[in-house]
Each structure stands twice: as C-alpha cells, then as structure tokens.
C-alpha cells in the first residue's frame, strides 16, 4: 500500500506543468481559410506563433485568429484577424506587433508570479 502511495506522488509532482504541443498543424479561421503555426507556452501563458513568427491568439468573441498584444502585463488578442501573407499584401497588423523578447519577459514574469503564489507564507 505504501509503495502504491508513494508511486502515485511521485507520478502527481511531475505532472504539474507540461509545455503545449509544438508540431506544425492547422488552424482554420472562422471564414474557412487556414494558416499552418505551431503552439507555444505552457499552462501559465500560451500563444500560436506561425513560421514568420507572428504571435497570434484565439478570439473566442470573434471566433478568429487575431494577432496578439500585450496590455497591462496581459497577452490579449488586438482584435485584427490574422492572414498569412500570401493572402494579404500587409501581414503586419496596424499597431506596434509584439517583439518575441517581450512575450519572453511577460512569460517568465507569469511563471515567476504563479511560482510566488505556490509558496506557502
């Protein structure tokens, strides 16, 4: 019994965060077109980034692909619908696009803070 108890914690603690799957797949657009990207991040922060690495988020308002921005220490969705380049002349949305060192920093800073708030006081 003792075995099976500790066999099982020790199967709990390596459990507690896992990265998203980061193959190549495809995602469809509300409008039926579709783009190829991969998943990034893990359970505290996560985001779509596509092969010219365009950092991209679910719209769950909208039910598109939109590119993201970060407000107020937040990854959010700019509200601009995602279209790879090859359909749009300007795959660039219009406001400033995020830089991947600061998705970086804000991932960090969010697995920092759910770290801190983990720990007992």
Known sequence: MLRCLLLVLFA??????????????????????????????????????TSDEEILLFNKQSKQYEYATIKEGKLLPSGQKFAPASQNKKSAPLGKSIQK?????????????AHENRRPE
């Open 12 to 49: 709990t603690l390596h459990l507690a965060a896992a990265p998203a799957f980061q193959e190549v797949r495809d995602f469809k657009q509300e409008d039926g077109s579709s783009f190829s990207a991969r998943l990034q991040g893990d359970e505290y922060l996560n985001w779509i980034e």
């Open 101 to 113: 060192k600061e998705l970086l920093e804000l991932w960090k800073k969010k697995r920092r803070d």
